[in-house]
């Protein structure tokens, strides 16, 4: 078996129903004065698979409902480093740069994946790696303070283009290559794990990118989309069409057996 795993981490390494997303409609309420979008507020938007950055999400809501209410975005003057500030505070708390004081809402993020888990893909000769949009010091806080991990392959918010774009997607199977070169052939399939529209669709560009080796799309449904059987249908569909190969309710579902089956349709083995 040739594989390559390469994760996203809000809503599939850790839930952040309650800490980035509660950031984002903190945002909206603040700068609104009136509106604060709901989970499913949310997910409608990032279902249009190009608001993968929440700040940039924030401030897309924020226009549409002065827009909805018929004013202009331009005649708002909205301070996008405002708004940055803004959300940080209310994620990382009063000391922004230094994860030591960090008191906001990143505190609170409980882990979706143990260190365990990834030994089990090591054991299994499986190399992993981690492509994220959120920012560095907020991945790796997650990664190597929470989790543990030590220096783990991770390209995040500053280091690529947003996805869909899949250029963080190809940064993480270079650095991958220079380390583990036994394990990631240039025929190993890779295995992109998410949890939105805008995760399937890196997917997509990256097979049409480079149809050389295989790409398979995972899906991970996040704890907010498992609240009711009718929206974990809806958003398991969502991912499907998007390209996911499989959806499931939890990452450390994706054993090496299951990577092993998904596998068997590309090497027939």
Request: proline fraction near 6%; charge should be negative.
């Amino acid at each position: 078996m040739s594989a390559i795993a390469v994760f996203d981490i809000d809503g599939v390494v850790r839930d952040v129903g309650h800490s980035y997303r509660r950031a984002l409609a903190d945002t909206v309420e603040h700068f609104t004065q009136a509106y604060r979008p709901s989970q499913v507020d949310i997910d409608r938007l990032k279902q249009e698979g190009v608001w993968n950055n929440d700040w940039e999400a924030s401030r897309e809501l924020i226009y549409r409902h002065f827009e909805a209410k018929g004013t202009a975005r331009s005649a708002l003057g909205l301070s996008y480093e405002t708004l940055v500030d803004f959300f940080q505070r209310r994620y990382r708390g009063d000391d922004l740069e230094n994860p030591d004081h960090w008191n906001g809402y990143i505190t609170q993020e409980p882990l979706l994946m143990q260190p365990s888990y990834l030994e089990s893909l090591t054991s299994a000769g499986i190399a992993w790696g981690f492509f994220s949009g959120a920012t560095r010091g907020s991945a790796c806080f997650v990664l190597e303070k929470k989790l543990g991990l030590r220096s783990p392959v991770l390209v995040a918010m500053e280091d690529a283009p947003g996805k869909p774009d899949p250029t963080g997607l190809f940064q993480v199977l270079q650095q991958l290559e220079a380390s583990q070169p036994i394990q990631t052939s240039s025929s190993a399939a890779v295995i992109y794990v998410g949890d939105t529209v805008a995760d399937m669709q890196t997917v997509e560009r990256a097979r049409n990118q480079k149809p050389d080796r295989p790409w398979i799309g995972v899906g991970i449904l996040p704890p907010h989309a498992q609240q009711s059987p009718e929206y974990k249908e809806a958003y398991i569909a969502q991912l499907q069409v998007a390209g996911a190969a499989i959806v499931l309710d939890h990452v450390e579902k994706l054993t090496p057996e299951q990577i092993q089956a998904l596998l068997k349709p590309t090497y027939g083995h």
